[in-house]
């Protein structure tokens, strides 16, 4: 895989404000994707995330939520490193968790898939809406293509992933504005504490579905700040 800086992602700064993320461009201050999508769960989602909390117990869940955290970050770090060749023979000789899901996504996902890298941990935004960062842009088997990595507990159905399409959505809109491309697919690296790893594709009218879909969910956002 090569490297090609053939677009300039811009710098920015964030913070939370109100328990929500936002993305500052100067003068500009702008939601991120995931709390857009937080702020616009169905009553349905959040139902079921506090019978989860209730039936586990509230401290519990603040616990594996904390750890799903700090090994998603690990995981990352060190996908970035192997991906910017900062690492040396000792990461594959490590066992630790968080590497061991990392190695599965070198092996099954990236090796002989991933031909350029145009960026990581890339700030896109669509202005005076929202704004997000992509883990991966790039091409991907043949495609321009922004790619997720994900952590999991347990393997993952396309029903319970329907945000990380929806990011994905958000991001190749953002792109395709901002940058002129025409990126027409959006993939996830997903691997699970178990090492067992997984693959999920959107592409052309089934992205271009999800990209709808979270306008839907950003003019929601919108109404409900109206509201408040």
Not at 114 to 129: D, H, N, S, V
Not at 164 to 174: D, H, I, N, P, V
Request: hydrophobic share 35%; proline share 2%; aromatic share 12%.
């Amino acid at each position: 895989m090569i490297w090609n800086t053939k677009f300039n992602y811009p710098k920015s700064t964030r913070s939370v404000e109100d328990g929500m993320r936002k993305y500052f461009f100067g003068e500009e201050k702008l939601p991120s994707v995931t709390s857009i999508l937080s702020a616009t769960k169905s009553e349905e989602e959040k139902a079921s995330l506090e019978l989860w909390k209730q039936r586990v117990g509230y401290q519990q869940a603040n616990k594996i939520k904390n750890e799903a955290s700090s090994r998603g970050t690990s995981m990352h770090s060190y996908l970035e490193d192997y991906l910017k060749r900062r690492i040396n023979e000792s990461f594959f000789e490590s066992n630790e968790q968080y590497k061991n899901m990392a190695k599965e996504i070198i092996n099954k996902g990236i090796k002989n898939k991933l031909e350029e890298i145009y960026g990581m941990e890339a700030t896109l935004f669509y202005p005076q809406k929202y704004a997000g960062t992509a883990d991966l842009i790039g091409i991907y088997k043949g495609k321009e293509t922004i790619i997720d990595f994900k952590q999991a507990n347990r393997p993952k159905k396309i029903d319970y992933i329907q945000d990380y399409f929806l990011q994905l959505g958000a991001y190749t809109l953002a792109h395709n504005f901002v940058h002129k491309t025409n990126i027409t697919s959006g993939i996830i690296l997903l691997c699970t504490v178990d090492n067992l790893f997984q693959e999920f594709e959107i592409s052309d009218t089934e992205l271009l579905m999800y990209q709808n879909l979270f306008l839907g969910r950003l003019k929601k956002f919108n109404d409900l700040k109206k509201i408040s």
